[in-house]
């Protein structure tokens, strides 16, 4: 069964700071590897895509690697700052049907960030 | 350009009764799906479409029911609305299908329900 583990739950940093955000699967049957970004009350903001054959993507201050092998994504946030506070969420669209459905995609539990100014 | 858009924001049911969400989309869009968003749980897929007229399960489609009879038109219905359908419901679209390698989804901004 595809498990998607984000570490930390919550991470509180001063403005400036390089981040990292973790998100590991348990599976490497996927397609691809989405990184989102949540604002309270608010839908969700699709911020990097990673095909499977990628090893990273890049936007702006935000750079996304993917370690299909062994599991792994982590987003990078460069030079922190007030606005990047919400919560990220990471997500893997499994290979094939998974759990009788061709449409999953499979979230993890998100990292809240909050940058202090 | 809207995006995905969602009616109701807010709605508060009581046990047995029955409603209907609705999720726009002005992108062509040929994919939409439906989440729900549960505290500790993350995000889980309750049913999607590939196209105008058809549906398929996710992966908690029970109590649920869906309709595309337009293609940028998405309609999630709870015929008896049950305390465990209290979430938050996400609606999503993508231009290209599910299975594919290269699979962007577009989030609405969420309905809020309770069920009391």
């Known amino acids: 069964?595809?498990?998607?583990?984000?570490?930390?739950?919550?991470?509180?940093?001063?403005?400036?700071?390089n981040l990292v955000?973790?998100?590991?699967?348990?599976?490497?049957?996927?397609?691809?590897?989405q990184w989102f970004r949540q604002d309270p009350g608010k839908g969700l903001t699709s911020l990097l895509l990673i095909q499977s054959s990628q090893r990273e993507q890049t936007s702006g201050r935000l750079n996304a690697s993917l370690d299909k092998s062994s599991g792994r994504s982590t987003l990078y946030i460069a030079a922190s700052q007030p606005g990047d506070s919400a919560t990220y969420l990471c997500a893997?669209?499994?290979?094939?049907?998974?759990?009788?459905?061709?449409?999953?995609?499979?979230?993890g539990k998100g990292t809240k960030l909050s940058v202090k100014p | 350009n809207a995006g995905v858009t969602q009616t109701p924001k807010f709605r508060v049911l009581k046990t047995g009764q029955s409603m209907t969400l609705l999720c726009a989309q002005d992108?062509?869009?040929?994919?939409?799906?439906?989440?729900?968003?549960?505290?500790?749980?993350?995000?889980?897929?309750?049913?999607?479409?590939?196209g105008e007229g058809t549906t398929a399960k996710g992966e908690v489609p029970d109590g649920y029911n869906v309709s595309r009879l337009k293609k940028q038109n998405f309609l999630l219905g709870l015929e008896s609305a049950a305390p465990s359908q209290t979430s938050v419901y996400f609606c999503a679209s993508s231009y290209s299908?599910?299975?594919?390698?290269?699979n962007e989804q577009f989030f609405g901004p969420g309905t809020r329900l309770t069920v009391l």
């Not at chain 2, 799906?33 to 479409?49: E, N, T, V």
Request: hydrophobic share 35%; net charge negative.
């Open chain 1, 1 to 17: 069964k595809q498990e998607v583990t984000q570490i930390p739950a919550a991470l509180s940093v001063p403005e400036g700071e």
């Open chain 1, 21 to 33: 955000l973790n998100c590991s699967f348990t599976d490497s049957a996927i397609y691809n590897l």
């Open chain 1, 92 to 107: 893997v669209r499994p290979e094939g049907n998974y759990g009788g459905s061709q449409g999953n995609l499979i979230f």
């Open chain 2, 27 to 50: 992108m062509n869009h040929e994919y939409m799906y439906w989440y729900r968003q549960d505290p500790g749980m993350g995000l889980r897929l309750i049913h999607y479409s590939v």
């Open chain 2, 97 to 102: 299908p599910p299975w594919g390698v290269y």
